[in-house]
Nanobody, 116 residues
């Protein structure tokens, strides 16, 4: 129903910040009941839910990432964002933005490699 596309960080260094943008088309991020999430998949591992922001702007985060992750939004641009601070090599992953109503849509994912 909605289309999502990730953009942003490519090769952050350890201790730096991953900054990603998810652009939404085909729907409004403020539609009642919708929510917008970040999910990642490290190489050789499963999907890891990172956090979300709801249509009202409420945040929820994975406990393991709560201290480092921040999800924000710009409703005028229909975009939401991920910042992940103090990154290490273990943060290397394909990052996906996901969202909409209960019939969630997925972005294609963007590779983020933490490299020195």
């Amino acid at each position: 129903q909605v289309q999502l596309q990730e953009s942003g960080s490519g090769l952050p260094k350890p201790s730096e910040t991953i900054s990603l943008t998810c652009s939404i088309s085909g729907g409004s991020m403020t539609t009642r009941g919708d929510y917008w999430e970040w999910i990642r998949q490290p190489p050789g591992k499963g999907l890891e839910w990172m956090g979300r922001i709801t249509w009202e702007g409420k945040n929820d985060y994975s406990p393991s990432l709560k201290s480092r992750a921040s999800i924000s939004r710009d409703t005028s641009k229909n975009q939401f964002f991920l910042q992940l601070t103090s990154v290490t090599y273990e943060d290397t992953a394909v990052y996906y933005c996901v969202g909409g109503d209960r019939a969630h849509s997925w972005g294609q994912g963007t590779q983020v490699t933490v490299s020195s």
